[in-house]
């Protein structure tokens, strides 16, 4: 804002639009776009980015820029697909975006020969790159490798997939027949598992991963397949637009004359399975010609051929029988295939009619009865009990002997349809395990040291209708972007933390609800599912309604009516229901759930192929049969549990993942027509969120994605070192390595067992070790140098260290002494102590003398004869002192003769009492008298006082009781208003994390919108959202473009009603504490709504407005605002930039105000109360920049402010060597510290504050008062305290 650099804002359709800050709004920023001068449109400051100083500059590592987040990361893509550089990294990930047509040369031999062996980074990004990446781990690390390759359908999956086969068999192959057979093995997969889709021309409909096995030498031997969840449902019935796998429409158009007579093939348009979808061929002009007219459908012949210039049903049919040939299948075995396939295409044919018989039953109509004979034919069936398998089903009883009884049940016209395409989705099942299978055969290995795996399969899918082939997709899905977070995010974190690098922790969405949800025991959909089809009467409607019930208030599960899209709003509660998945919210009609989680055929149809005439189709079945469990039993209990079996090859799977080393290559589907050259930001945008690539970003801020542990680079460049060298320490080697390359120091990191790269370093260092080895003396004498300048250092600490060894035994001497003469002292006192106790208790005994003399004196008789008594006690006691004095007594000896002088002290003490009672005898008797009168008195007086006390008493303990209710009844109160207070504390920190969880539904809200809106074929298909913008923000001719966050609609419990009113009781009953009242008093002072107002009106009412309260209001709007942009800053700061180099305020200032928030209204009721107050302080400050210049602190900088009020009004630097640094408000908002008084704590440091003349002797001094002037004249200080005094020091 203060320089006019742009940003990146959002924008509907190209994701992110170029623009500059206009005004910092509450939670918003008014932005103005570069190509619209004049327009402004606000956007949510969470959504807008800095943008790098050249927007059109590439980079092939998204880390490089300057600048790392989603909006830089999606520019930099567009702009490299504009330029045909489809691939990017963002460190070791590689994004992919399908650029729907071929470069030339971008997968030529020639550009597999320069990535073999080649660091990653050290040529452009490429999928080869990310192969040969795989391959040099697995060689270095000794462990198996796995690539994913993940993406929405059409995003190029399966073609990268083959770009990485081809590459590894053909740079690190044995040049056998064995790495032909593992390319060529795709097309025949594709042929048997691919077909068209409204989204892609050729996705594939099963997931597949493929291992290429390498021995010891590192060299393939071998490959093996695995592959999960063929979409069965696509052969009997596909939509309008889609096609089924492509195997039929290449033999429809491909097969030669004889086997088209052989099979009875015709056009698709003649065949159920195909006439309900699209039933034109792909072909080129030149293919297109060459098929007959008779094998073109109605369709083909009106609209033309499809187009796609990787797919041509002619040529790809001949290219498969090829294939066939080369992994090993000969002429019998394809015919085979074929023949099988063309049975089921025959057997989709067969219509049913009512039979008209009481039995209710059906029979196959007349003009079937050719159908029928083709496909038993086919098939190897007898063509009866072809028919009476389709139109009944055979039931076993529990009576009528051990085997019980055969009843054969009639099928109704329904029944019978389902049980003809059940049959046809086993057939065509067996046979692509078949398949499968036989491709494995072709590439076999007899061991294996390690593999490279790579996973192909169906990436996230939404449609606008989604089944349960979508739910089992999407769920592996869910479970690979888990395992991405694990991998990526996860590990990679943990790993920072053992390593002691202290790199700030990434937060990221945890999916593992939405996985329970799927697959936990007994309350997952799956689990739900299956008890479902357990049930002797199964129904969609009661599976439904169970998966409501049992997870009616979980946030990933709602019901169809709260979709965002009206189609989705007819279905019924018990006719489906949606997930909110990590990539969005998707709506799954449970229409036919039951039935497509039950793979077994009944037991007519079952005995039927299994009894087949035909071998090939009786061993596809004789092989699936005894792979099942050989106790599971025929019957409705026992059924095959689709979904079951998938997640147990899922789980398998990712245990594999998680047992090899990963990399990563995410596919990106540029726009949703399928056409090159056109990127569509927006859905873009979405994908890279949804893949994870923003939360990569966030790691790499700081991250390292590259590392070596210590010994693996020593044993590397061990050989290009010579001997001294070599014998170095593993750890001192690398830091040798380092310091004479040259290496900056922040693009790596020591940890405690490896070394870290920045993102695209190591191929740096790599590159500069390999590059010249020629240049390696050179390189040797800077090692030798830097070794022996450590060494010297070394030497230098050593001599110091040696100082200070000998200055802390000079120090250890004197305490010694110091010792010594204290102990002497104790064994003195120790000798001579007796003497001493006993010379304190003799001088006590002679401080009697002086009273007994005194006594003596008072006496009227015998006065003589005691004081020489005195004397000669006196006498005694000097004579024992002097004794004590000369000689060495014992305690026991001073014990004793001090005894016998208090026993003579005594006895002369009983004296004197004697003789002193004896004279006062006399005068007693005489005081008898008066004194009995006196007690007669005094009695009569305390019988009236008692009589008094007791009544007294008695009202105390009556007022003393009563006291004590009171405080009882107080304390009552007391309590339970803290009680209240607690409980309402604890309601405002469920509410904040509530608020926490919110964002994360608004997040989700926001997939889901964008999700719905890629799936909608027109805008007005969305619910419109109820929440506008205020019209008062679309004054002045602003135009928003960016949509309110939208409300939780669905997920969370209804409690919120019951919350707020909790609150509101408990404010209520709490209304009666003083904290309270205060705290309404504080709410009751915001009279001001200035969340509208713009940043130059708060600034301009600070500058004029008189109102007190107003002003206070204006200065905290303006100050919060400063904060939330100062915060957006930082948040997006350069990379690699140090968070503490624009610093506006002592790092101590700006810690305590974020472990200390200030209360809610504290600055503005702050600044009434004190009516202004001027207040200035000075501590501490040092540059982050200059820490490292002076370790020592011995050049110390100070920072000092004064605050007028609440808020900073002067604010200045004085660091050593350097200009003062001074800032006035209003001219250097942006460069001053923007937190409140009480915020800072600086009121709390003791010794910050200082008197106003200090300050403003050093502020004149350092030409403070000639800045402040230029300010003001140039109407760019904000009238403050100091600006009044500077206009009356004027005047």
């Known amino acids: ?222 490959g093996f397949v695995s592959h999960y969840l063929l979409e069965k449902s696509r052969i009997c019935m596909q939509s309008k637009e889609e096609r089924n796998y492509h195997i039929f429409y290449r033999l429809c158009a491909g097969a030669s004359e004889d086997i088209r007579q052989k099979f009875h093939l015709s056009s698709p348009e003649s065949f159920r399975y195909l006439n309900r979808g699209c039933t034109r061929f792909f072909a080129s002009k030149e293919t297109d010609k060459q098929i007959p007219q008779n094998r073109k459908s109605p369709e083909h012949l009106k609209q033309g051929a499809l187009k796609d210039p990787l797919l041509d049903d002619q040529g790809d049919f001949n290219r498969m029988c090829g294939a066939m040939k080369k992994i090993g299948l000969d002429d019998t075995e394809k015919l085979d295939l074929f023949r099988v396939v063309a049975g089921v295409l025959h057997l989709g044919n067969i219509d049913f009619e009512e039979a008209g018989s009481t039995s209710g039953g059906c029979t196959p109509k007349k003009s079937s009865s050719q159908t029928l004979e083709y496909c038993a034919e086919l098939l190897g069936l007898d063509e009866e009990d072809l028919r009476v398998s389709l139109t009944t089903r055979v039931m076993l009883t529990t009576a009528g002997g051990a085997k019980g009884t055969v009843i054969k049940v009639p099928l109704k016209v329904e029944q019978a349809n389902n049980a003809r395409d059940a049959l046809a989705k086993a057939v065509y099942g067996r046979l692509f395990d078949h398949v499968v299978k036989r491709v494995n055969q072709c590439f076999p290995f007899e061991s294996s040291s390690f593999f490279i795996g790579v996973l192909d399969i169906a990436g996230f899918e939404y449609f606008e209708h989604n089944s349960f082939e979508q739910f089992c997709i999407n769920y592996c899905n869910e479970k690979l972007q888990q395992f991405f977070n694990e991998r990526i995010l996860k590990e990679e974190q943990e790993l920072y933390q053992k390593e002691g690098l202290g790199v700030n922790e990434v937060h990221y969405v945890d999916n593992q609800d939405c996985i329970d949800l799927v697959e936990a025991k007994l309350v997952g959909i799956l689990d739900i599912l299956d008890e479902e089809n357990r049930l002797p009467q199964t129904s969609d409607q009661h599976f439904t309604d169970t998966v409501h019930q049992k997870h009616k208030d979980h946030f990933r599960l709602s019901i169809p009516r709260k979709s965002k899209l009206t189609v989705h709003r007819n279905i019924r509660d018990d006719e489906g229901f949606i997930i909110r998945h990590f990539a969005g919210a998707v709506c799954y009609e449970t229409t036919q759930f039951v039935e497509k989680n039950n793979d077994a055929l009944h037991t007519s149809l079952e005995y039927l192929v299994c009894e087949s005439k035909d071998r090939f189709v009786r061993e596809l079945f004789e092989n699936s049969n005894n792979s099942k469990d050989s106790k599971q039993k025929a019957g409705k209990l026992s059924f095959i549990s689709v979904g079951n079996k998938f997640k147990t090859q899922l789980n398998i799977l990712l245990e594999k993942l998680r047992s090899t080393g990963s990399s990563f290559i995410r596919c990106v589907k540029p726009n949703l027509k399928m056409v090159s050259r056109q990127f569509e930001g927006a859905q873009i945008l979405s994908q890279l969120q949804c893949s994870g690539m923003v939360s990569v970003l966030d790691l790499m801020q700081g991250g390292f994605p590259s590392r070596a542990p210590f010994h693996e680079l020593y044993n590397m460049y061990k050989k290009y070192m010579p001997a001294k060298l070599t014998r170095l320490d593993p750890r001192l080697f690398c830091k040798a390595l380092f310091k004479a390359l040259g290496l900056n120091e922040n693009d790596y990191k020591f940890g405690l067992t490896r070394v870290f790269f920045r993102p695209g370093k190591f191929a740096e260092f790599d590159q500069i070790m390999k590059s010249d080895p020629d240049h390696l003396a050179e390189l040797v004498k800077r090692v030798n140098k830097w070794l022996l300048c450590s060494r010297w250092k070394k030497v230098q600490w050593c001599a110091l260290s040696v100082i200070k060894l ?105 004296a004197l009492q004697r003789k002193k009672q004896e004279e006062e005898e006399a005068e007693r008797l005489r005081r008898i008298q008066e004194e009995m009168e006196r007690e007669r008195q ?159 009106e708060l600034r301009d009412a600070i500058n004029t407005s008189c109102d007190i309260e107003l002003l206070a209001a204006c200065r905290e709007e303006f100050h919060r605002r400063l904060k939330v942009y100062h915060a957006w800053k930082s948040k997006n700061k350069k990379r690699n930039t140090d968070t503490d180099s624009e610093q506006r305020a002592p790092k101590s200032v700006t810690d305590y105000a974020q472990q200390n928030p200030a209360p809610a209204l504290p600055a503005r009721q702050q600044e009434i109360s004190m009516n202004r107050q001027q207040r200035y302080f000075r501590i501490p400050f040092i540059r982050p920049a200059d820490q490292y210049k002076d370790p020592q602190n011995k050049k110390k900088g100070w920072w000092y402010a004064h605050f007028d009020g609440a808020w900073i009004a002067r604010q200045m630097e004085l660091h050593p060597d350097k200009q003062p640094i001074m800032l006035v408000a209003g001219k250097d908002d942006m460069e001053m510290c923007e937190l409140s008084l009480e915020e800072t704590g600086l009121t709390r440091k003791r010794g910050s504050e200082i008197l106003p003349r200090q300050f403003e002797e050093i502020w004149e001094r350092c030409g403070g008062i000639q800045y402040l002037r230029n300010a003001v004249e140039s109407k760019q200080a904000r009238p403050t305290y100091a600006t009044a005094m500077l206009q009356n020091l004027l005047q």
Not at 92 to 104: E, G, K, Q, S, T
Not at 149 to 170: C, H, I
Not at 822 to 838: E, S
């Open 806 to 910: 000998k200055n802390k035994m000079k120090y250890r001497a004197t305490a010694c002494i110091k010792m010594q003469k204290t102990v002497r002292m104790w064994l003195c006192r120790k000798k001579h102590k007796p003497r001493i106790d006993g010379l304190v208790k003799v001088q006590t005994l002679k401080k009697r003398i002086d009273k007994f003399t005194e006594v003596v004196s008072a006496l009227k008789e015998g006065k003589q004869e005691m004081s020489k008594q005195v004397q000669d006690l006196e006498t005694s006691i000097n004579a024992l002192m002097a004794k004590m004095k000369s000689t060495v007594m014992t305690r026991l000896e001073i014990e004793k003769e001090h005894e016998v002088l208090v026993k003579r002290s005594e006895g002369m003490l009983g």
């Open 1 to 222: 804002m203060e320089d006019g650099k742009p940003v990146w804002a959002p924008h509907p359709v190209d994701g992110f639009q170029l623009g500059t800050i206009v005004d910092i709004g509450a939670d918003s920023l008014t932005i103005e776009p570069l190509k619209q001068k004049g327009k402004t449109f606000l956007a949510p400051i969470n959504q807008v980015f800095p943008a790098e100083d050249d927007c059109d500059k590439i980079v092939e590592d998204n880390c490089s820029l300057m600048y790392l987040n989603e909006a830089t990361l999606l520019n930099n893509v567009r702009v490299r697909y504009s330029k045909d550089k489809i691939y990017t990294f963002v460190a070791n990930i590689l994004i992919a975006v399908n650029p729907y047509y071929d470069i030339p040369k971008l997968y030529s031999p020639e550009t597999i020969k320069q990535y073999q062996g080649k660091s990653l980074g050290t040529l452009p990004p490429h999928v080869y790159a990310i192969a040969d990446k795989a391959f040099r781990d697995m060689r270095v690390l000794k462990m198996s490798q796995s690539i994913i390759v993940s993406g929405e359908s059409g995003a190029g999956k399966t073609e990268n997939t083959k770009f990485v086969l081809r590459y590894l068999t053909t740079s690190y192959g044995t040049g056998q027949d064995i790495d032909e057979r593992i390319v060529e093995a795709n097309p025949l997969l594709e042929a048997f598992g691919n077909a068209k889709t409204v989204r892609n021309n050729n996705s594939s409909r099963f997931g597949k991963f493929v291992e290429i096995h390498f021995n010891e030498k590192n060299s393939v031997v071998g």
């Open 938 to 1096: 005094r009695a009569e007086e305390k019988e009236r006082r008692r009589k008094q006390e007791e009544d007294d008493r008695r009202l105390k303990a009556e007022m003393e009781a009563k006291r004590k209710q009171e405080e009882e009844a107080r304390k009552k109160r007391e309590e339970e208003e803290k009680r209240l207070q607690a409980e309402l504390e604890m309601q405002l920190a469920a509410e904040r994390e509530e608020e926490t969880q919110r964002q994360a539904v608004l997040e989700q809200e926001r997939r889901d919108r964008e999700l719905a809106m890629r799936i909608a074929q027109s805008e007005s298909e969305l619910i419109t959202e109820e929440t506008q913008l205020d019209s008062a923000l679309r004054s002045n001719g602003m135009a928003t473009v960016t949509p309110v966050p939208l409300k939780a609609t669905a997920g969370g419990p209804p409690t919120n009603i019951t919350m707020e009113e909790m609150v509101k009781e408990m404010c209520e009953l709490l209304s009666r504490g003083p904290q309270v009242q205060a705290t309404k008093a504080a709410v009751g002072t915001k009279k001001y709504e200035l969340s509208k107002w713009k940043y130059a």
